[in-house]
Each structure stands twice: as structure tokens, then as C-alpha cells.
């Protein structure tokens, strides 16, 4: 059987050429100067003094057969012949051998018989034609054709016929400068083998003739380079090929070269090259085929020329040898065969190796990719039983059918493939949808690419080393998928770069984790650009960087962004998403730099949550402007929220729940955007809402903003923070405030503020801010306000039992009518405006300023107390437009405060002003304005009356003298020049009475 093929037990062809040619040199002696020359009896040596023939004696010299050669003869054709021409006139000769020691000679005539233990033909000289068949007959021994080391273009047009039993028969080509030609070989070698034997210290080549050779030998053994010309130039299919090593110097080995479209379809190949040089090839430009088994021997070459393809259709038998394919970055190599078996390795030296195994590969030695060089795997075995694929740099190993590797494979990849060789854009390139079950994929400073509509994935560990970094790049409608027993390290300094084809809808890389140590392990970064990704598992013990960026999506299904030793950041662009069903928490600080994609299905925000709750416990920083989106669950912020950049907080989906503000770090950022979602404070310390804080309703949903009471903390809103809560068409935003001593700057819009308990509450006027509310009060609670600015409402409608205003300072301006309002002013606090109220209490130095320049005030009830200070506007006659007045429709008591009355026009004597319309008797006066008493405002003297006869309840003002007194001031210059003239008139008649006593 062939797989159990011995070669002869003769020496191998090195030493069998050494012995031959010695055998040759004691055997053989020239009869020229510079030649060896027969030293056998009967040696006939033409001279062609007469003619042509072989017949004609007087052509020869030495023969001892009348001087005609006779069979078993030996013939020496040398240099210094006089006719050149040969012709074989003598039928039916058989010769020991011939010896062409001269130059141009021609033979033709009869065809030539060779026999002998040791026959030769042979060609020392040049330009030597031969046109007749030469039959080489042997029992035991050699037979050879040979060109020696001077011969050159030397030629063969017949045909060789072999009929040799129990020898071998040798073609020997010395002559390292000069290509040897040899014809058709037919006949049969039987116990022998053929050898194609090269010049111990050069190639040698030896030429087949263009016809097929149709001889049978045990083994073809070629020690030289030839260059077969046709599909049977080697003989019978049925031989058995051995390329073996030709000489003793490097690159003498043994080479097969096939020629343009060269079959060359044999039973087996043996490749035993020794000296490291090429063994079967194909000729530039050239498409070329191996049929059979090759079995090598010693470290071997399969190559192609330039631009060339070599097809391999039998198996291959590395036994624990290596095999080097290609030596060109033109060439095409494919492995068509069944099988490749052994314990050697195979090496991708240059070009494409296409492995197209259609059977099982065994084989367990290391692959190696070298520079310029592509191996495409286009079957589940192509890699055999290997343990270690190498992919060298510049070199590239490509998936290229849907196959699913081996368990067993560790594959070493470096570099970003080559330019040079077609195909090879990366050191592993995945073109069809494949499973790859590689134990380790190992990068050293490497490349992957994933071709167009290609879905792979991986099983086993993708590993980048210390310092390096891998690209993986994907082309439209790729998908990676790392399965659930997979896991990806990157070590101290690498890093991973997920490419997508230019947007998270056009590729992906899907990552899951079941178990330890499956999932993200180590402390290098992981980049993903212009790609979906999604990462799955709770196992993932990554404590480096991960950095989202371009058209990008990143979902996680679980707690999945590693450690909270590195960070993740989300590039403007792209979105980090969560669709879970159960709770997230983000441990790790996380950058997002703007509101999330453009286009697509996902460009509502930065952050989208689709499922169960989540938590971020580490720090939020915004650098950019920034838009969380929840869908699910509660989305809480333990960690604090930073940066110079404003939230909104959205939702798209009715299912979305409320986003919380907790933990105990202060949030820093800037203007906070509730819309359509709610969002609930109760951070243990520190500030939920560091500046402004915007309700927003949509045209979906509503908007709440909750300050909850279930922490002790009393500053979750900055002391200076406007809280604006808007409506939108029927939905509504609303401020539901469970904390009566938190202070804030304001509160403004049209939504509601909305109280719970009776002792909800909120405390305005914060950092002196003011504000225009012009929504609704809900329910029973209390709003204090303090602070230099101003609160004004205007138009609010309200509903409850009681609602609670406190006013300790600044000015509480109410244009509303909110007849459950209990409204109390303390301080240095204004009360003013054109509502309706339930009750007003003025307490300590606090003034009440009905209307707005003028206007009218409703109340319940009215309580003054002695340091409070009513205020009149009188600019006209008519109530509420060109004075204040206040109606109240309970209990007056002015409690003998103060009356100040601030006249704008002119009035006339009789006018009289109801400043205070009521229906109970009024109790107590204003300090010093005693019933009908007069005071002066504005330079006119007025009358005040309390409970009128038939207007009990009602303060009147009347305009009594419309020539005053003049002010106190105005008093006392008119006083100065009376007692200027009585104190004249004094010293006058004092001075007579002094003369008159004089004169007496």
C-alpha cells in the first residue's frame, strides 16, 4: 500500500551520485585533451574521415570488429572528428554506451539499444542532437543519461525506451549553468527506480519534453531542479514521486517545478529536501495541479510562482516535519486534498494558502504565518489538531467559509496584515458567518476584520498582552459575539478598539458572561466606535477604561462595566442603554460627553434604561450637555452627578418610572431638566439640585419634581435654585415639596405645586431670588417665604383645607384668588396684590399693600398687630383702580397699627375713601387715628371713621380742609418773622419809655 511505502534501500541520492561519479572516473577515460576517456575494450572513437555511416570502418578507430562497432561496444564521439553528421546504418545494434564527447554532432538512422550493467548515454560536449529512439536495456545495475558538467543544449528527439529489470535508471544533469532536455520516457523499470540526478554543487536542471512520458518505476527520485512540461512527465500516474536532496551544498536540493497547467497526478510524493530549497513549485504566470499523496520527509517547500496557482488535491503526511507553502505574495496555493495528518508544522511562507480540507485534518503541529503571507481556512478542520497558530506580523490568517474551528487551537496574532497580498487587511480576517472555538486568541499589537454580512462568534479567551493593542474592525451589517464560555483580557497598558462600519445600526459586538473567568478581565481600556455593543453577565472583574465613542450604542444587561477601578465614558454621539430584568448598579465614575445619537432608534439621550432598575453609585460627569432617558424601572444617582454641563432627565415610554437623587456627595452641574418624567430628591446630605431646576410636561406625559421627606436632610435644593414647573396643553408638571425647611430661590411657572400632608412645605426667597408663579397650590401645606426678592402670584387657583404662607421677609405679591390661603407677614415682609385670601395676619414690622398702584384685596379676616403697617395708594376716587381697599368678609382687627396713606392726586374737601369694605364691626383703630380723628397725608387734612352707622366693618377716609396747616416744617419759617416783629416791636417801646424817663 502506498502509506506504507519504504524508499530502496540504496544510499540516499547525495551519496549514491558521490559513488556514481567516482564509479564513472575509475571507469571511464577520454580521448580528449581535456576530457576523461573509456578505458574499455572494444571503445570505438569516430573520426567520420570517410562519411557519415557507422558502418563504413573508416570511420572509427578501436574497434576490433573490422573496424565496425558490434554489440556490447562502447562509443566515443570526440571533439576532433572530421564529419559531425551521424548516421546509424547498422540495424539491430546494442551498445554498452555512448559518449558524445565533442560538439554539434547530429545522429539520425536506426534507433539505438543500450544494454549493460552500467550503460550510459552521455553528452560532454554542446549542441548534441540525437533524432533517434534510444532503448536502455538492463538486468542489474545502472543505466543512465547524462550531460556532463561541460555539456550544453544538448538534444534528444526520440523517444526513451526502458526495459530494465532490477536496476535503476539515472538522468544526471552536472552542469549547473545550463537546463538539460530530456524526451518522452516509456517502457518500464521493474525493481528499480528513476533519478533525476543534479550537479553535486548547483541545481542542474533537467527539462522534460513537452509529449507524456508513460514509464513505469517503483520511484521517480528527483535529487535536481525539473521542470516538467507536461501532466505525465514524471511517467506512469501510478509512481511514486520522491524529491530528495541533489547535493551537499545549500541549495542543491531536489525541486519539482511544474509548467503552465501541469497536472501532475501521482500516487504519492515524497518530499525529503535536506537543504532548506524549494521542492514542488509552479512556473511564473503559470496554473498548476498535484494529485496524490504527499508525504514528507524532511522539512519541505510548497510554492507557486509569481502570479501563479498551484492546486493540491491529495493529502498531505507532515509525519514531524514542516511544510512551507509559497515563496511569492502573487501566488495562490489551495489545498483541495482530504486530509492532513502528522505530528509537523505547517508554514505560510508568502502569498495565499487556501486550506479547503474536505475531509478531517489530524495534524498537531504549530502554524505559522509569516510576513506577506495569507492562510485562508475554508473548512471546520482546516487547522487540524494544531495546539498554536502563529500569525507573524505582516502576515494574516482569514476565515473564509462558514466553518466552526477547534477547541484546541492558541492563536498568536501580531500586526495589521500586509498590503502586498490580496485580502490580507488584517492579521485575522473572518469573511464568512463562522464559530471560532480557539482556546486562546492571543494579539500582540494586532488587527481583526470582519468582512460585509458577516456573523461570528468566538469560544474561548480573547487575550491582548502587556502594552498592545488590538483593532477590530467591522464592514457594514458585521456582528462579533463572544459566547457565554468566552472571556476577553485585556492586560496592563493594551487595549481593544471596536471599529464599526460608521454606525451602531450597521454592526455589533455581543459580549456574555456566565461564570468565572468568562466575561472582561484586566486593567487595559476598551474602545467601541461607530458600533452596537452589548455587554452581558454580572462576571466581569475589568478594571480599566472603556470608552464609547462616535454613532455608538453600549446596552448592558447587568452590573457589566467592570470594577470601580476604571471609568467609562460615552462620547458625544453615542448612548450607554440598559435593558435588564433585574437591577443594574454601575460601580465606576462615568463621563458622558453629550446627548446621545442623531439618528436612528436611539436618539433620545445619552443614557436609555429599558428595563429593571438602575443604580449608578459612582460619580456622573457630564462634559457636554446631557440627556438620561428612562423607559424601565427606577433610575437612581447614589453617586454625585458633576460638571459644568445641564441634565434633562425624559422619558419616551409610558412604562417609565421616576429617576432619584440620593446617596450623601453634593450634584454639581448646572441647570437640571425634568420633562415628562418625575424626579424624586432624598439624598441623605448634600444638594440634589445645585442650580436651576426646570419641570417640564410634554406632549406625552406629565412632570413632577418630588422633594421627599424621608431623609432629615433639609438642603436637597440649592438655596438660590429657581424651580420652574410648566404644563403643556392637558399634562401637567408639578413641584410636590414634603419638606417645609427647604429653601430654594423660587418657584415660577404655570404647574402646580403640590403639598401631601399637612406638614408639607417649602421655603422661597433664598439667596434674596425672585420669581412669577402663575399655576396651581394643591392640597394643604405651607410656603414660607424669606428674603429681600419678591414672590408673586399670579392667577394661581388652589384647592384644600388650609394653605399656609408664611412671609418673613421680602415681598409676597398675590394676584390670586385662594380662598383657603391663611397668609401671615412678619418681619420687614410686604404683603401686596389684587387676590382673594381666607386670612391675613400682619405681625412684627411687616407692612400689608393691598393691590398693585392701586388695586383691591379679598380676605376672610384681617389681624393687625401694634408694628405692622397698613398701606393706602389714593391716586383718584374709584376703589381698586385708583385706590386700595380691601374687602373682608369676617372679623377686622387693626390691633393699633399703623395707617400710612400715600396720596398721588389732588383732592377736594369732602372726598371720602373706603379703604376697608366689611361686614363685621371693625375692632381697634390704627395707632393715634382715634374714631374721627384727623391726621394729615400729603398736605391735606383727612378724617377717619371706623363702623359708620350703617357701614359697620367699613374704615372711611374723608378730605376735611382743603387749606391745611402747612407742614410742621412750612410752621415754624412762618413763625420766625412774627417773633422777629413782636421782639421789634418790644425793643421799639421799651427804648421810648427809657427817653421819655430821661426827659423827666
Given at each position: 500500500?502506498?502509506?506504507?511505502?519504504?524508499?530502496?534501500?540504496?544510499?540516499?541520492?547525495?551519496?549514491?551520485?558521490?559513488?556514481?561519479?567516482?564509479?564513472?572516473?575509475?571507469?571511464?577515460?577520454?580521448?580528449?585533451?581535456?576530457?576523461?576517456?573509456?578505458?574499455?575494450?572494444?571503445?570505438?572513437?569516430?573520426?567520420?574521415?570517410?562519411?557519415?555511416?557507422?558502418?563504413?570502418?573508416?570511420?572509427?578507430?578501436?574497434?576490433?570488429?573490422?573496424?565496425?562497432?558490434?554489440?556490447?561496444?562502447?562509443?566515443?564521439?570526440?571533439?576532433?572528428?572530421?564529419?559531425?553528421?551521424?548516421?546509424?546504418?547498422?540495424?539491430?545494434?546494442?551498445?554498452?554506451?555512448?559518449?558524445?564527447?565533442?560538439?554539434?554532432?547530429?545522429?539520425?538512422?536506426?534507433?539505438?539499444?543500450?544494454?549493460?550493467?552500467?550503460?550510459?548515454?552521455?553528452?560532454?560536449?554542446?549542441?548534441?542532437?540525437?533524432?533517434?529512439?534510444?532503448?536502455?536495456?538492463?538486468?542489474?545495475?545502472?543505466?543512465?543519461?547524462?550531460?556532463?558538467?561541460?555539456?550544453?543544449?544538448?538534444?534528444?528527439?526520440?523517444?526513451?525506451?526502458?526495459?530494465?529489470?532490477?536496476?535503476?535508471?539515472?538522468?544526471?544533469?552536472?552542469?549547473?549553468?545550463?537546463?538539460?532536455?530530456?524526451?518522452?520516457?516509456?517502457?518500464?523499470?521493474?525493481?528499480?527506480?528513476?533519478?533525476?540526478?543534479?550537479?553535486?554543487?548547483?541545481?542542474?536542471?533537467?527539462?522534460?519534453?513537452?509529449?507524456?512520458?508513460?514509464?513505469?518505476?517503483?520511484?521517480?527520485?528527483?535529487?535536481?531542479?525539473?521542470?516538467?512540461?507536461?501532466?505525465?512527465?514524471?511517467?506512469?500516474?501510478?509512481?511514486?514521486?520522491?524529491?530528495?536532496?541533489?547535493?551537499?551544498?545549500?541549495?542543491?536540493?531536489?525541486?519539482?517545478?511544474?509548467?503552465?497547467?501541469?497536472?501532475?497526478?501521482?500516487?504519492?510524493?515524497?518530499?525529503?529536501?535536506?537543504?532548506?530549497?524549494?521542492?514542488?513549485?509552479?512556473?511564473?504566470?503559470?496554473?498548476?495541479?498535484?494529485?496524490?499523496?504527499?508525504?514528507?520527509?524532511?522539512?519541505?517547500?510548497?510554492?507557486?510562482?509569481?502570479?501563479?496557482?498551484?492546486?493540491?488535491?491529495?493529502?498531505?503526511?507532515?509525519?514531524?516535519?514542516?511544510?512551507?507553502?509559497?515563496?511569492?505574495?502573487?501566488?495562490?496555493?489551495?489545498?483541495?486534498?482530504?486530509?492532513?495528518?502528522?505530528?509537523?508544522?505547517?508554514?505560510?511562507?508568502?502569498?495565499?494558502?487556501?486550506?479547503?480540507?474536505?475531509?478531517?485534518?489530524?495534524?498537531?503541529?504549530?502554524?505559522?504565518?509569516?510576513?506577506?503571507?495569507?492562510?485562508?481556512?475554508?473548512?471546520?478542520?482546516?487547522?487540524?489538531?494544531?495546539?498554536?497558530?502563529?500569525?507573524?506580523?505582516?502576515?494574516?490568517?482569514?476565515?473564509?467559509?462558514?466553518?466552526?474551528?477547534?477547541?484546541?487551537?492558541?492563536?498568536?496574532?501580531?500586526?495589521?496584515?500586509?498590503?502586498?497580498?490580496?485580502?490580507?487587511?488584517?492579521?485575522?480576517?473572518?469573511?464568512?458567518?463562522?464559530?471560532?472555538?480557539?482556546?486562546?486568541?492571543?494579539?500582540?499589537?494586532?488587527?481583526?476584520?470582519?468582512?460585509?454580512?458577516?456573523?461570528?462568534?468566538?469560544?474561548?479567551?480573547?487575550?491582548?498582552?502587556?502594552?498592545?493593542?488590538?483593532?477590530?474592525?467591522?464592514?457594514?451589517?458585521?456582528?462579533?459575539?463572544?459566547?457565554?464560555?468566552?472571556?476577553?483580557?485585556?492586560?496592563?497598558?493594551?487595549?481593544?478598539?471596536?471599529?464599526?462600519?460608521?454606525?451602531?445600526?450597521?454592526?455589533?459586538?455581543?459580549?456574555?458572561?456566565?461564570?468565572?473567568?468568562?466575561?472582561?478581565?484586566?486593567?487595559?481600556?476598551?474602545?467601541?466606535?461607530?458600533?452596537?455593543?452589548?455587554?452581558?453577565?454580572?462576571?466581569?472583574?475589568?478594571?480599566?477604561?472603556?470608552?464609547?465613542?462616535?454613532?455608538?450604542?453600549?446596552?448592558?444587561?447587568?452590573?457589566?462595566?467592570?470594577?470601580?477601578?476604571?471609568?467609562?465614558?460615552?462620547?458625544?454621539?453615542?448612548?450607554?442603554?440598559?435593558?435588564?430584568?433585574?437591577?443594574?448598579?454601575?460601580?465606576?465614575?462615568?463621563?458622558?460627553?453629550?446627548?446621545?445619537?442623531?439618528?436612528?432608534?436611539?436618539?433620545?439621550?445619552?443614557?436609555?434604561?429599558?428595563?429593571?432598575?438602575?443604580?449608578?453609585?459612582?460619580?456622573?460627569?457630564?462634559?457636554?450637555?446631557?440627556?438620561?432617558?428612562?423607559?424601565?424601572?427606577?433610575?437612581?444617582?447614589?453617586?454625585?452627578?458633576?460638571?459644568?454641563?445641564?441634565?434633562?432627565?425624559?422619558?419616551?415610554?409610558?412604562?417609565?418610572?421616576?429617576?432619584?437623587?440620593?446617596?450623601?456627595?453634593?450634584?454639581?452641574?448646572?441647570?437640571?431638566?425634568?420633562?415628562?418624567?418625575?424626579?424624586?430628591?432624598?439624598?441623605?446630605?448634600?444638594?440634589?439640585?445645585?442650580?436651576?431646576?426646570?419641570?417640564?410636561a410634554n406632549a406625552s406625559f406629565n412632570a413632577r419634581l418630588t422633594l421627599s421627606n424621608i431623609t432629615s436632610n433639609t438642603n436637597q435644593i440649592s438655596d438660590n435654585a429657581v424651580v420652574g414647573i410648566y404644563n403643556s396643553g392637558s399634562n401637567s408638571a408639578s413641584f410636590h415639596s414634603q419638606v417645609l425647611n427647604e429653601i430654594i430661590g423660587s418657584v415660577i411657572g404655570n404647574g402646580v405645586i403640590l403639598f401631601t400632608f399637612v406638614g408639607d412645605g417649602i421655603t422661597l426667597g433664598g439667596n434674596n431670588t425672585s420669581g412669577t408663579f402663575h399655576g396651581s397650590i394643591n392640597n394643604s401645606g405651607t410656603i414660607i417665604k424669606i428674603g429681600n426678592g419678591s414672590w408673586t402670584l399670579n392667577g394661581v387657583s388652589g384647592s384644600g383645607s388650609t394653605l399656609n404662607y408664611v412671609v418673613n421677609s421680602g415681598t409676597f405679591v398675590f394676584n390670586s384668588n385662594?380662598?383657603?390661603?391663611?397668609?401671615?407677614?412678619?418681619?420687614?415682609?410686604?404683603?401686596?396684590?389684587?387676590?382673594?385670601?381666607?386670612?391675613?395676619?400682619?405681625?412684627?414690622?411687616?407692612?400689608?399693600?393691598?393691590?398693585?398702584?392701586?388695586?383691591?384685596?379679598?380676605?376672610?379676616?384681617?389681624?393687625?398687630?401694634?408694628?405692622?403697617?397698613?398701606?393706602?395708594?389714593?391716586?383718584?376716587?374709584?376703589?381698586?383702580?385708583?385706590?386700595?381697599?380691601?374687602?373682608?368678609?369676617?372679623?377686622?382687627?387693626?390691633?393699633?397699627?399703623?395707617?400710612?396713606?400715600?396720596?398721588?392726586?389732588?383732592?377736594?374737601?369732602?372726598?371720602?375713601?373706603?379703604?376697608?369694605?366689611?361686614?363685621?364691626?371693625?375692632?381697634?383703630?390704627?395707632?393715634?387715628?382715634?374714631?374721627?380723628?384727623?391726621?394729615?397725608?400729603?398736605?391735606?387734612?383727612?378724617?377717619?371713621?371706623?363702623?359708620?352707622?350703617?357701614?359697620?366693618?367699613?374704615?372711611?377716609?374723608?378730605?376735611?380742609?382743603?387749606?391745611?396747616?402747612?407742614?410742621?416744617?412750612?410752621?415754624?419759617?412762618?413763625?420766625?418773622?412774627?417773633?422777629?416783629?413782636?421782639?421789634?416791636?418790644?425793643?421799639?417801646?421799651?427804648?421810648?419809655?427809657?427817653?421819655?424817663?430821661?426827659?423827666?
Amino acid at each position: 500500500m502506498v502509506g506504507k511505502y519504504t524508499k530502496p534501500k540504496s544510499l540516499p541520492v547525495r551519496h549514491f551520485l558521490f559513488c556514481f561519479i567516482l564509479a564513472i572516473t575509475m571507469c571511464i577515460l577520454f580521448t580528449s585533451q581535456s576530457h576523461k576517456v573509456l578505458a574499455l575494450p572494444d571503445t570505438c572513437t569516430w573520426t567520420g574521415d570517410i562519411d557519415s555511416n557507422w558502418s563504413n570502418g573508416g570511420n572509427w578507430t578501436g574497434c576490433d570488429n573490422g573496424s565496425v562497432p558490434e554489440n556490447g561496444d562502447t562509443l566515443v564521439f570526440p571533439t576532433s572528428a572530421t564529419n559531425t553528421i551521424l548516421n546509424n546504418d547498422i540495424v539491430g545494434l546494442t551498445l554498452s554506451s555512448i559518449y558524445f564527447n565533442g560538439n554539434n554532432y547530429t545522429l539520425s538512422g536506426n534507433d539505438i539499444v543500450i544494454d549493460g550493467s552500467s550503460g550510459f548515454l552521455m553528452f560532454v560536449g554542446n549542441n548534441n542532437t540525437i533524432n533517434v529512439d534510444v532503448s536502455f536495456n538492463a538486468s542489474i545495475g545502472i543505466v543512465a543519461l547524462w550531460n556532463d558538467d561541460n555539456g550544453e543544449n544538448n538534444v534528444i528527439n526520440g523517444t526513451i525506451n526502458l526495459n530494465v529489470t532490477n536496476a535503476d535508471f539515472i538522468i544526471v544533469n552536472e552542469n549547473s549553468l545550463t537546463q538539460f532536455y530530456i524526451p518522452v520516457i516509456n517502457g518500464t523499470v521493474n525493481g528499480g527506480n528513476v533519478y533525476m540526478v543534479g550537479n553535486p554543487t548547483g541545481f542542474g536542471e533537467i527539462v522534460s519534453h513537452l509529449g507524456a512520458s508513460s514509464f513505469t518505476a517503483d520511484s521517480v527520485i528527483v535529487g535536481t531542479r525539473f521542470i516538467c512540461r507536461n501532466n505525465n512527465c514524471l511517467g506512469n500516474p501510478s509512481n511514486i514521486i520522491s524529491i530528495e536532496t541533489g547535493g551537499v551544498t545549500p541549495g542543491a536540493g531536489g525541486s519539482l517545478l511544474l509548467y503552465n497547467n501541469v497536472h501532475a497526478t501521482y500516487s504519492t510524493f515524497y518530499l525529503n529536501n535536506q537543504n532548506d530549497t524549494w521542492v514542488v513549485s509552479t512556473l511564473d504566470f503559470s496554473n498548476s495541479t498535484i494529485t496524490g499523496q504527499i508525504i514528507l520527509q524532511y522539512n519541505s517547500s510548497l510554492t507557486a510562482g509569481a502570479n501563479s496557482t498551484l492546486n493540491i488535491n491529495g493529502d498531505i503526511d507532515l509525519n514531524a516535519y514542516t511544510l512551507s507553502i509559497g515563496n511569492d505574495v502573487s501566488q495562490t496555493t489551495w489545498f483541495n486534498g482530504t486530509s492532513i495528518t502528522g505530528t509537523g508544522n505547517i508554514e505560510a511562507n508568502k502569498g495565499i494558502f487556501y486550506l479547503s480540507t474536505s475531509g478531517m485534518n489530524t495534524f498537531t503541529g504549530i502554524v505559522n504565518i509569516l510576513e506577506n503571507a495569507r492562510l485562508d481556512i475554508q473548512h471546520n478542520n482546516s487547522l487540524g489538531n494544531s495546539t498554536t497558530i502563529n500569525v507573524n506580523n505582516g502576515g494574516c490568517l482569514t476565515i473564509s467559509a462558514p466553518i466552526s474551528t477547534s477547541s484546541s487551537h492558541t492563536v498568536n496574532i501580531a500586526g495589521n496584515g500586509s498590503s502586498l497580498v490580496s485580502g490580507c487587511g488584517a492579521a485575522l480576517q473572518i469573511n464568512s458567518n463562522s464559530t471560532i472555538n480557539f482556546n486562546t486568541l492571543v494579539s500582540q499589537n494586532s488587527s481583526i476584520l470582519l468582512a460585509t454580512n458577516v456573523n461570528t462568534t468566538i469560544n474561548g479567551s480573547l487575550t491582548v498582552n502587556n502594552n498592545s493593542n488590538l483593532n477590530v474592525s467591522f464592514l457594514a451589517n458585521a456582528a462579533l459575539t463572544f459566547d457565554t464560555s468566552s472571556s476577553i483580557n485585556v492586560n496592563t497598558g493594551g487595549s481593544i478598539h471596536f471599529m464599526g462600519a460608521g454606525s451602531y445600526l450597521l454592526s455589533s459586538v455581543n459580549i456574555n458572561a456566565a461564570s468565572v473567568p468568562s466575561g472582561i478581565n484586566g486593567t487595559g481600556n476598551l474602545f467601541f466606535s461607530n458600533i452596537g455593543v452589548t455587554i452581558i453577565g454580572t462576571t466581569h472583574s475589568f478594571d480599566g477604561n472603556i470608552f464609547v465613542t462616535g454613532n455608538s450604542v453600549l446596552t448592558v444587561t447587568n452590573s457589566s462595566l467592570g470594577t470601580t477601578v476604571g471609568t467609562t465614558t460615552i462620547g458625544a454621539g453615542s448612548v450607554l442603554r440598559t435593558n435588564n430584568s433585574f437591577p443594574i448598579i454601575f460601580a465606576e465614575t462615568i463621563y458622558i460627553q453629550g446627548n446621545g445619537n442623531i439618528s436612528g432608534i436611539y436618539n433620545t439621550g445619552a443614557f436609555i434604561n429599558e428595563g429593571n432598575t438602575v443604580t449608578f453609585n459612582g460619580q456622573i460627569v457630564l462634559q457636554g450637555n446631557t440627556t438620561f432617558v428612562n423607559n424601565g424601572n427606577v433610575v437612581e444617582f447614589v453617586g454625585p452627578i458633576t460638571g459644568l454641563f445641564d441634565l434633562t432627565l425624559t422619558r419616551t415610554s409610558p412604562l417609565g418610572q421616576e429617576f432619584v437623587f440620593s446617596g450623601s456627595t453634593s450634584n454639581t452641574h448646572k441647570v437640571t431638566y425634568v420633562n415628562g418624567t418625575e424626579l424624586v430628591l432624598r439624598k441623605l446630605t448634600g444638594i440634589a439640585v445645585p442650580n436651576n431646576i426646570n419641570v417640564v410636561a410634554n406632549a406625552s406625559f406629565n412632570a413632577r419634581l418630588t422633594l421627599s421627606n424621608i431623609t432629615s436632610n433639609t438642603n436637597q435644593i440649592s438655596d438660590n435654585a429657581v424651580v420652574g414647573i410648566y404644563n403643556s396643553g392637558s399634562n401637567s408638571a408639578s413641584f410636590h415639596s414634603q419638606v417645609l425647611n427647604e429653601i430654594i430661590g423660587s418657584v415660577i411657572g404655570n404647574g402646580v405645586i403640590l403639598f401631601t400632608f399637612v406638614g408639607d412645605g417649602i421655603t422661597l426667597g433664598g439667596n434674596n431670588t425672585s420669581g412669577t408663579f402663575h399655576g396651581s397650590i394643591n392640597n394643604s401645606g405651607t410656603i414660607i417665604k424669606i428674603g429681600n426678592g419678591s414672590w408673586t402670584l399670579n392667577g394661581v387657583s388652589g384647592s384644600g383645607s388650609t394653605l399656609n404662607y408664611v412671609v418673613n421677609s421680602g415681598t409676597f405679591v398675590f394676584n390670586s384668588n385662594l380662598p383657603n390661603a391663611v397668609v401671615n407677614i412678619n418681619g420687614n415682609s410686604v404683603l401686596q396684590g389684587n387676590g382673594s385670601i381666607n386670612s391675613l395676619t400682619a405681625n412684627d414690622n411687616s407692612k400689608f399693600r393691598p393691590g398693585n398702584s392701586p388695586g383691591c384685596m379679598t380676605l376672610s379676616s384681617l389681624t393687625m398687630t401694634p408694628s405692622s403697617t397698613f398701606e393706602v395708594e389714593i391716586n383718584g376716587l374709584t376703589p381698586c383702580t385708583q385706590y386700595d381697599q380691601i374687602t373682608v368678609n369676617g372679623p377686622i382687627n387693626l390691633g393699633n397699627a399703623t395707617l400710612q396713606v400715600i396720596l398721588g392726586f389732588t383732592p377736594n374737601i369732602g372726598d371720602t375713601f373706603v379703604i376697608i369694605d366689611g361686614i363685621s364691626p371693625v375692632l381697634n383703630t390704627f395707632a393715634g387715628l382715634p374714631n374721627n380723628s384727623t391726621f394729615s397725608a400729603g398736605g391735606y387734612r383727612f378724617s377717619i371713621s371706623y363702623n359708620r352707622p350703617g357701614n359697620e366693618g367699613d374704615v372711611i377716609l374723608t378730605v376735611v380742609d382743603d387749606n391745611p396747616l402747612p407742614p410742621t416744617g412750612e410752621r415754624i419759617n412762618l413763625l420766625i418773622p412774627f417773633v422777629l416783629i413782636v421782639l421789634g416791636i418790644y425793643i421799639l417801646k421799651t427804648n421810648t419809655n427809657t427817653r421819655q424817663q430821661n426827659v423827666k
